[in-house]
């Protein structure tokens, strides 16, 4: 059975940082590409990042590049998200998701994770 | 950046009803990288159809998705009471790999 299992999450003030973390089992990770999006209360889904099976291409949205990385560990099951510089804004729930690569080459996110949520507050 | 408008905001509907939900892109998404994703209040998103009109495994028959270019539909046929939620379209096809701002059906 395929888990995801994010953890990390807490209350922090702005300008903090914070380290998310999300826990692969029930499949070979190395062979899927791995994402985060995020979703502030009552709002809806946006996308955050991207990374590849192989770890040597990463995306992120304009709204947190430079701020946050993302990196994975094959060896491990694991997948993070670094976060530098937070703002209120970046109050949300985080998913990990899992990337399926489609006929097209594009990937789709098929499983999710329960999420785990990040306030930025003081 | 292409931006995903979705069509109606709200859906009241009574069970068995048909439930029609649109999807219309700002430029044309590359190869039909077009999903539809389900989310209940408290849960994650769940993935419904991908590629457009393909049903991701365990999605009932009664879930379609169509549609290519700009304007995609996702069409529940005969809702059932666990069909309501709130309908997500997500292009990802170029990134950012845009969401739509959802449509809620509700029961009526």
């Known amino acids: 059975e395929v888990q995801l299992v994010e953890s990390g999450g807490g209350l922090v003030k702005p300008g903090g940082s914070l380290r998310l973390s999300c826990a692969a089992s029930?499949?070979?990770?190395?062979?899927?590409?791995m994402n985060w999006v995020r979703q502030a209360p009552g709002k809806g889904l946006e996308w955050v990042s991207s990374v590849s099976s192989s770890n040597r291409f990463i995306l992120y949205a304009d709204s947190v590049r430079g701020r946050f990385t993302v990196s994975r560990d094959n060896a491990k099951n694991s997948l993070s998200l670094e976060m530098n510089s937070l703002r209120a804004e970046d109050t949300a729930v985080f998913f990990c998701?899992?990337?399926?690569?489609?006929?097209?080459?594009?990937?789709?996110?098929?499983?999710w994770g329960p999420g785990t949520l990040v306030t930025v507050s003081s | 950046e292409i931006v995903l408008t979705q069509s109606p905001g709200t859906l009241s509907l009574s069970p068995g009803e048909r439930a029609t939900l649109s999807c219309r892109a700002s430029q044309s998404v590359s190869s039909s990288s077009l999903a539809w994703y389900q989310q209940k209040a408290g849960q994650a998103p769940r993935l419904v159809i991908y590629g457009a009109s393909s049903r991701a495994t365990g999605i009932p028959d009664r879930f379609s998705g169509s549609g290519s270019g700009t304007d995609f539909t996702l069409t529940i046929s005969r809702l059932e009471p666990e069909d309501f939620a709130v309908y997500y379209c997500?292009?990802?096809?170029?990134?950012?790999?845009?969401f739509g701002p959802g449509s809620k059906v509700d029961i009526k």
């Open positions: 029930g499949f070979t990770f190395s062979d899927f590409s």
């Open positions: 998701a899992r990337g399926v690569p489609a006929a097209s080459g594009r990937y789709y996110f098929d499983f």
């Open positions: 997500q292009q990802y096809g170029s990134s950012p790999f845009t």
